[in-house]
């Protein structure tokens, strides 16, 4: 048991943190533990072939520590849809254990299902409220509010999670996301600013606080926050920061200075939508009729695509309820 407390305690906090390793199969049987390096190293059908052998394998050792074990792997592979029956199975099995109902509401997060998230959270936050998981029930559940549009109660949460863990920039970010959310904008203002200066700190909080001061009508210091955090940033970081640097530059008619980080956008994720929308909006903006012909054709291409792979996810979740289960997959929603 001290090896599945030991994976779940690092595994299994819904915070978006930079993705994690797969963690070694260190505890399970060889049969198993083979399974899982089969599909670590697979793509393609023969990664499903893995899974299904995994599970497979999982069936037939039908106890609580397995189900544990399994869904705490599959957690740490971000395979978060596989993760869900076993943790159900463990929370039905161990309801006393905190650190698996945080492991399930984590995964239904991840896996876009904040409505049972919060069934799953709601009764943990008070039924644990004495154990080390916690401060990151307390934040899992204050996400899955906010998730749902319950953002005032969302609050309530993040703050109560900022009591337990003073020092955790994550949970400073998202209280000042959802504050700027419901645009208190004072609020979101503390919050970024926090998560800016703790260590370490949030990699998204400086451009993020720019966005905010641009809502506050203080130009010039978003747009010093924004080039520091282009520069400096980490590189997701950078390419999310220019982006907003972009259309904080094109709103205030500054079409020529937006155009390069709009590019430099697309150039760095061209399946972003939204960024090949405000390309095309600058482009035209600029005169540059066939290039942005070429890139509103590239918004609407990935917009389609969009658009089917909410209708399957949707059609997805309608099927599991249908079906009473998890066994269904439905879309990554990344």
């Known amino acids: ?5 030991a ?5 299994c906090a819904a915070r978006p943190a930079a993705p994690q390793a797969a963690p070694a199969a260190d505890g399970v049987d060889p049969q198993l533990a083979a399974a899982f390096a089969r599909f670590d190293a697979a ?9 299904r052998e995994i599970e497979a394998l999982a069936a037939k050792r039908d106890s609580p520590n397995a189900a544990l074990l399994v869904g705490s792997l599959w957690v740490g592979r971000r395979e978060w849809k596989s993760s869900v029956p076993h943790l159900r199975r463990a929370t039905a099995a161990m309801p006393e254990f ?18 049972e998230a919060e069934e799953v959270l709601r009764p943990a936050v008070a039924r644990f409220a004495s154990d080390p998981v916690h401060g990151d029930l307390l934040f899992n559940l204050a996400m899955a509010c906010a998730m749902g549009n319950k953002r005032l109660e969302a609050s309530e949460w993040f703050e109560k999670a900022i009591a337990r863990a003073p020092d955790a920039a994550i949970t400073h970010f998202s209280l000042a996301e959802n504050e700027l959310n419901l645009h208190r904008l004072d609020r979101a203002e ?14 998204d909080a400086r451009w993020k606080l720019a966005v905010t001061l641009g809502q506050l009508d203080r130009a010039e210091e978003a ?11 980490a590189p997701k970081s950078r390419v999310s920061a220019a982006l907003q640097y972009g259309i904080f530059l094109f709103e205030r008619g500054r079409h020529a200075d937006a155009l390069p980080h709009l590019e430099a956008t697309t150039r760095a994720k061209p399946d972003d ?20 012909a070429a890139s509103i054709a590239r918004y609407r291409e990935l917009q389609a695509q969009a658009d089917r792979e909410e209708t399957d996810f949707l ?11 998890d066994r269904k997959s439905v879309p990554d929603r990344g």
Do not use: C, Y
Not at 223 to 233: M, N, P, R, S, Y
Not at 274 to 290: D, F
């Open 1 to 5: 048991m001290k090896l599945l407390v």
């Open 7 to 11: 994976l779940l305690l690092a595994l």
């Open 43 to 51: 793509a393609g059908e023969a990664r499903e072939a893995a899974r």
């Open 98 to 115: 905190a650190p698996a109902w945080n492991a399930l509401g984590a995964a239904l997060l991840q896996d876009s299902r904040p409505d």
């Open 190 to 203: 503390a919050g970024f600013r926090k998560a800016m200066t703790l260590t370490p700190g949030h990699p």
């Open 223 to 233: 747009e010093a926050l924004f080039k520091q955090a282009i520069a400096t940033g």
């Open 273 to 292: 939508r939204m960024a090949w929308s405000w390309l095309a909006r600058t482009q035209k903006a600029l005169g540059k009729k066939e290039e942005a």
């Open 315 to 325: 059609l997805g979740l309608i099927r599991d309820k249908l079906e009473g289960g």
